[in-house]
């Protein structure tokens, strides 16, 4: 199973980014699939997640400014970011799990400029 982030980069505050997350040797059913994210000298935390059946979760300081969906016939995961703020900015990881197995993709750094 391999998963390969794509889509980070720079941009300014009140900004967009999508980020993409390609899952190969795996499908889509019964899976949750989502983004944690790593600043420097923090934590990673979790941001947002979906399950194969739709279910959607974000963390508190990104609702109503990001949204995920799937892909499930080119097993692709997007993370819509709109009105970015600098505090977004870390390393976003995208993670996978079915049943009691998880992957984790490399990451993709965003940098948002204030």
């Known amino acids: 199973v391999q998963l390969v982030e794509s889509g980070g980069g720079l941009v300014q505050a009140g900004g967009s980014l999508r980020l993409s997350c390609a899952a190969s040797g795996i499908g889509f059913s019964m899976i949750r699939t989502g983004w944690y994210r790593q600043a420097p000298g923090k934590q990673r935390e979790f941001v947002a997640e979906?399950?194969?059946?739709?279910?959607?979760a974000f963390t508190e300081s990104v609702k109503g400014r990001f949204t995920i969906s799937l892909d499930n016939v080119k097993n692709i995961q997007y993370l819509e970011m709109n009105s970015l703020k600098p505090e977004d900015s870390a390393v976003y990881y995208c993670?996978?799990?079915?049943?009691?197995?998880?992957?984790w993709g490399q990451g993709t750094q965003v940098i948002v400029s204030s």
């Open positions: 979906i399950t194969s059946g739709g279910e959607t």
């Open positions: 993670r996978l799990q079915r049943s009691n197995r998880e992957y």
